[in-house]
Nanobody
Framework: QVQLVESGGGLVQPGVSLRLSCVASGRTLGSYAMGWFRQAPGKEREFVAAISWTGSTTSYSDSVKGRFTISRDNAKNTVYLQMNSLKPEDTAVYYC??????????????????WGQGTQVTVSS
């Protein structure tokens, strides 16, 4: 069974940076694409970023493109989300996600089978 544990969230002011981490256990992540999603109060969970299993290809939602960077360290079984220039509209619970099958890259929430418990990010002055 795959377990994902996110960390790094917090309460920050607009314009600052945070780095989220997602550590996996129960499986070596190196052969799987990974994704980050977020869910704001009253809204559906939405795609934020994804990374191929090689780490060579990434994809971002339009709302975070140019500000967020997804990366991975397969040796540490960890995926990161570097978030810069945070805005109040980035406030949400952020979830790390892993699929049960191998594919190169996918942005669709339904393609991911394992989810972490989430980490809260609040951007407020």
């Amino acid at each position: 069974q795959v377990q994902l544990v996110e960390s790094g969230g917090g309460l920050v002011q607009p314009g600052v940076s945070l780095r989220l981490s997602c550590v996996a256990s129960g499986r070596t992540l190196g052969s799987y694409a990974m994704g980050w999603f977020r869910q704001a109060p009253g809204k559906e969970r939405e795609f934020v970023a994804a990374i191929s299993w090689t780490g060579s290809t990434t994809s971002y939602s339009d709302s975070v493109k140019g500000r967020f960077t997804i990366s991975r360290d397969n040796a540490k079984n960890t995926v990161y989300l570097q978030m810069n220039s945070l805005k109040p509209e980035d406030t949400a619970v952020y979830y790390c996600a892993a699929p049960d099958r191998r594919f190169y890259l996918d942005l669709r929430r339904a393609q991911y089978d394992y989810w972490g418990q989430g980490t809260q990010v609040t951007v407020s002055s």
